[in-house]
Nanobody, 123 residues
Framework: QVQLVESGGGSVHAGGSLRLSCAASGYTGKKNCMGWFRQAPGKEREGVAAIYILGAPIYYADSVKGRFTISQDNAGKTLYLQMNSLNHEDTAMYYC????????????????WGQGTQVTVSS
């Protein structure tokens, strides 16, 4: 049974930084891609960043380019999202996801999901 467990969320002031982590376990198939998604209250879930397990290519949403960095180690057993220059619009529940086939920023492409970690940015 695939398990994805996020950590590292919290509350920060605008301009601050957070680093999210996602620990993956129970993966018996060929894990092709992992990504970070977020969902703010009343909004649809959106892709933030995604990365092939082999390391490239990497995808970023336009709203986070230059501020967020996705990375992974140990063949995708741990996924990270370094978030800098946070602003109020980044406030959301952040989810880690994985998939065997496609890679990108479309949530519907991902079969495996964590429970999420809350990020709150105050002005």
């Amino acid at each position: 049974q695939v398990q994805l467990v996020e950590s590292g969320g919290g509350s920060v002031h605008a301009g601050g930084s957070l680093r999210l982590s996602c620990a993956a376990s129970g993966y018996t198939g060929k894990k092709n891609c992992m990504g970070w998604f977020r969902q703010a209250p009343g909004k649809e879930r959106e892709g933030v960043a995604a990365i092939y397990i082999l390391g490239a290519p990497i995808y970023y949403a336009d709203s986070v380019k230059g501020r967020f960095t996705i990375s992974q180690d140990n063949a995708g057993k741990t996924l990270y999202l370094q978030m800098n220059s946070l602003n109020h619009e980044d406030t959301a529940m952040y989810y880690c996801a994985a998939d065997d086939r496609r890679c990108g920023l479309q949530p519907r492409w991902f079969d495996y999901w964590g429970q999420g970690t809350q990020v709150t940015v105050s002005s």
